[in-house]
């Protein structure tokens, strides 16, 4: 469908037999991040171990002995801490704040020889889906400057689209590494839920959050997910269970959608041409409907703004004292540090969690959350995959969108696997003459994410 791009398997072949070049490669990306300043791509960038990281590299493809991941540049979403770099989370009430530790998952990028190359920008908390809430202003799409990168891992995709890093580490919560992954014509991986650790993640809706990987070839993104899938026993959340093996023959659910009437001409010629590509393939397909399609969009930011109000609530101020040497007002404190939409979803979760309303909503999104859960444990059971579009649109114009309803239908068709917990990629797909290809969304049952690597890299290539 696209055509294959060398994986980082590839360049550690040429790197064992000609190790300098690991210099050169690092280099381009420090180049490729130069020339891509007016992109906002990045908060902070890592120089501290730059010597140290080269000569060891070096020294251990001479010897070679290198690890699974040796010279790896990864870029980190400045919401995952990062020991001795600062942690954002794209906030002023944060922007100067230090990571006292590393994630788990960043700990097992690096004693697999990875390096960080600097932390990417995102929306403020991780609550938009544009990457034009920052407090540090708007990531652009680094493949037209005009159009957003989408959210809220939208400087992780826009990292790897401009070729300033092998791999991005996101956070997804609603669909925020597939959308903006999609945005850039980039790869995006959201495996189940509690299959990577949230240890060192900045809660958004920790029912919901997962760790996520962008790459431009789904070996590197397998490659990375390999090494920090087994590193959650801090987690509570973790979920341990034995992966299951897809047979060859897989059953492809698609949804007809010619019934979408806010899906652009674009996206739905070219989820057309991709389930044609399945039907030339020869592989079995049945058409099947969403349970509870219409509710999953308002349940998501109902549960996901409660979440949040009760997660940010511990930003409260009072540890800070102002000029005077008195502690601050904890109002005034929140209303001047946090931005418009942090605002509109703490308060639609106060609103939603308070008394008189919490069975009125909250009670029933969570109802419909387990139904919903249930029914694709039983939609899966005569279906293999689930083949959706990732976004309803292409990549839009920064500041085009004014309404956040408009704005929140950007995560239509990720939000379903969010609800469910279920590992979901997604990959470039056929270009019907778009400067930006749209891209499709593929959904397996829990615990399946090696079968969904490998099926995605099948119909990828």
Do not use: W
């Not at 899938?229 to 299951?244: L, M, P, Q, V, Y």
């Not at 509870?292 to 930003?315: D, M, Q, T, W």
């Amino acid at each position: 469908m696209t055509t294959p791009k060398k994986t980082f398997r590839d360049l550690q072949k040429h790197f064992l037999s000609r190790p300098e070049l690991i210099i050169e490669h690092y280099r381009q990306y420090k180049s490729n991040i130069s020339n891509t300043l007016n992109n906002n791509i990045f908060i902070t960038l890592n120089d501290l171990p730059e010597k140290e990281f080269l000569s060891e590299t070096l020294l251990r493809y001479k010897n070679e002995t290198i690890r699974q991941l040796e010279g790896m540049i990864v870029s980190v979403k400045d919401n995952i801490n990062v020991r001795g770099m600062k942690m954002t989370c794209a906030s002023a009430l944060l922007s100067e704040h230090q990571s006292l530790y590393d994630a788990q998952i960043i700990e097992a990028l690096k004693n697999a020889g990875a390096l960080i190359i600097g932390k990417t920008n995102l929306d403020e908390f991780a609550m938009g889906s544009s990457n034009e809430t920052s407090y540090f202003g708007p990531t652009s799409n680094p493949l037209d400057s005009s159009l957003v990168p989408g959210g809220s891992s939208g400087g992780a995709a826009a990292s790897v689209a401009a070729g300033t890093c092998d791999i991005a580490i996101g956070s997804d919560t609603g669909g925020s590494v597939r959308q903006p992954a999609a945005f850039c014509a980039v790869t995006g991986f959201k495996p189940g839920y509690g299959k990577l650790s949230r240890y060192g993640l900045t809660a958004f809706a920790s029912s919901l959050d997962t760790i996520g990987i962008i790459g431009k070839t789904i070996d590197d993104i397998s490659l990375a997910y390999d090494v920090m899938k087994d590193t959650n026993f801090k987690d509570r959340t973790a979920n341990n269970e034995a992966d299951i093996s897809i047979g060859q023959k897989p059953v492809i659910g698609y949804i007809d959608i010619n019934k979408y009437e806010f899906v652009s001409k674009e996206v739905k010629n070219d989820y057309i041409n991709v389930i044609q590509h399945l039907k030339v393939k020869n592989y079995k397909l049945e058409r099947i409907e969403l349970p509870f399609e219409k509710y999953l969009l308002p349940v998501y930011y109902i549960i996901s703004s409660a979440e949040a109000s009760s997660n940010l609530a511990r930003y409260d101020g009072i540890r800070i004292k102002n000029s005077n040497g008195q502690p601050v007002d904890i109002e005034s404190f929140r209303s001047a540090n946090f931005g418009e939409e942090v605002k509109r979803r703490i308060l639609n979760g106060v609103y939603i969690l308070s008394e008189g309303y919490y069975d009125r909503y909250f009670s029933k999104a969570e109802y419909i959350r387990q139904k919903f859960t249930c029914e694709m444990e039983k939609l899966f059971l005569n279906t293999d995959y689930l083949i959706l579009p990732t976004t309803p649109t292409l990549p839009f114009k920064i500041a085009s969108v004014k309404d956040p309803k408009e704005m929140y239908r950007s995560d239509y068709f990720t939000v379903p696997a969010s609800l469910a917990g279920l590992p979901a990629i997604s990959i470039p797909c056929y270009n019907s003459g778009n400067n930006i290809p749209a891209s499709i969304q593929i959904i397996s049952s829990k615990n399946t994410e090696y079968s969904l690597l490998d099926f995605a890299c099948k119909l990828k290539n």
